[in-house]
């Protein structure tokens, strides 16, 4: 492993080297060293200094089944004096936090996993149940899904069942949502062998419904609401998902709503967010820009209206945003330097 990245004399004449360090939100590692690719996504102009930066040892792992949460400031101030910045021109993006875990090599962890294989055993269920086991370890993961996996062969059930007794489920990638490769990991005459289990997973629809009774005027808090899953009798169409909350909340009760009843979109009125008239806060946002500026609404507006906004500073230049807040609209453009504007 490399400490520094090395730099010849005859490098030092090209132009600065361009890199990217993008950290991750999660990693799980096997070996008792941490170097920078294990923590972070790096991309470098020059591909043999991203793989020699790739290759900085930043410290040891934590101790086998235990993590550690870790700054990606920390991990900056620590390759300050590991990267000569005269040599790169750097950029970091990624996550915050880092969450590291120490897992066992695959073979040691196949073996801790002993345990007979029944014969008469559902391999099917048994593998979904352990393939349920092994989302759960992992942050990212859908909490609630539905999962359709591929069938397996005849010669992948004797496989199992001839093995040394153990098996368990590795791979897969997130955001973990869709068609996933998942292997199946068994130990054969002493060899860990493994083969791929296709495996579907879609998000549950989860949708909001009232914890106790709502009267007539009152307006929906945090407190007010929680998700469930539907049932195979409900309709979905009239309600709201957990991924409205925001515009759930604020709404007002047209008619009283009983405790443990789904909240229909038509016993619901959402609340004037824009005023005609008033003075707005214009978020402009495209090509990962996110420009403000103030305007005028042109017309009142609830949560996801498309409404006529006037700018302040040029009021010849009319534009169309959406309201996605109390006083804020969102403008979205391919380009925010050449905005398409109406004149009066």
């Known amino acids: 492993m490399a400490l520094f990245p090395q730099v010849s004399s005859a490098e030092s004449t090209r132009p600065l080297a361009?890199?990217?360090?993008?950290?991750?939100?999660?990693?799980?590692i096997a070996k008792?060293?941490?170097?920078?690719?294990?923590?972070?996504?790096?991309?470098?102009?020059?591909?043999?200094?991203?793989?020699?930066?790739?290759?900085?040892?930043?410290?040891?792992?934590?101790?086998?089944?235990?993590?550690?949460?870790?700054?990606?400031?920390?991990?900056?101030?620590?390759?300050?004096?590991?990267?000569?910045?005269?040599?790169?021109?750097?950029?970091y993006s990624g996550a915050i936090k880092?969450?590291?875990?120490?897992?066992?090599?695959?073979?040691?962890?196949?073996?801790?996993?002993?345990k007979t294989v029944p014969t008469n055993i559902n391999l099917?269920?048994?593998?979904?149940?352990?393939?349920k086991n092994y989302l759960s370890t992992h942050l990212d993961a859908p909490v609630d899904y539905t999962l359709s996996a591929e069938k397996l062969t005849s010669f992948q059930k004797q496989e199992i069942i001839a093995s040394d007794g153990s098996y368990r489920i590795g791979g897969g990638m997130s955001p973990w949502l869709g068609r996933q490769t998942f292997q199946v990991w068994y130990l054969r005459d002493g060899q860990v062998e493994n083969f791929p289990w296709n495996v579907e997973l879609k998000k549950t629809k989860r949708v909001a419904y009232a914890v106790g009774d709502l009267q007539r005027g009152s307006v929906i808090t945090e407190e007010d609401?929680?998700?469930?899953?539907?049932?195979?009798?409900?309709?979905?169409?009239?309600?709201?998902?957990?991924?409205?909350?925001?515009?759930?909340?604020?709404?007002?009760?047209?008619?009283?709503?009983?405790?443990?009843s789904l909240l229909?979109?038509?016993?619901?009125?959402?609340?004037?967010?824009?005023?005609?008239?008033?003075?707005?806060?214009?978020?402009?946002?495209?090509?990962?820009?996110?420009?403000?500026?103030?305007?005028?609404?042109?017309?009142?507006?609830?949560?996801?209206?498309?409404i006529t906004i006037e700018d302040l500073k040029n009021r010849k230049r009319i534009f169309t945003?959406?309201?996605?807040?109390?006083?804020?609209?969102?403008?979205?453009?391919s380009n925010t330097h050449s905005l398409h504007f109406s004149e009066k």
């Open 32 to 91: 008792e060293i941490v170097t920078l690719g294990d923590l972070a996504f790096v991309d470098s102009d020059q591909p043999a200094l991203g793989k020699s930066l790739r290759e900085i040892v930043l410290f040891t792992a934590p101790e086998i089944g235990h993590q550690r949460i870790i700054s990606s400031k920390e991990i900056q101030s620590k390759l300050q004096f590991r990267i000569n910045l005269k040599e790169a021109n750097i950029r």
């Open 264 to 306: 229909a979109r038509n016993g619901l009125k959402a609340p004037t967010l824009v005023q005609r008239n008033s003075i707005v806060n214009v978020y402009v946002q495209g090509n990962g820009v996110l420009v403000e500026t103030k305007g005028r609404a042109k017309d009142s507006g609830i949560y996801g209206d498309m």
């Open 321 to 333: 945003a959406k309201v996605v807040n109390a006083g804020v609209v969102l403008l979205e453009s």
């Open 124 to 131: 099917q269920a048994d593998l979904e149940k352990k393939l």
């Open 98 to 114: 880092i969450n590291l875990r120490r897992t066992q090599p695959v073979i040691q962890q196949v073996a801790a996993a002993v």
């Open 225 to 260: 609401i929680a998700f469930r899953p539907l049932t195979m009798n409900e309709n979905w169409q009239n309600t709201f998902s957990s991924e409205e909350k925001g515009v759930l909340l604020g709404m007002r009760v047209e008619r009283g709503i009983r405790a443990g």
């Open 18 to 28: 361009t890199v990217s360090i993008a950290f991750k939100e999660e990693c799980s």
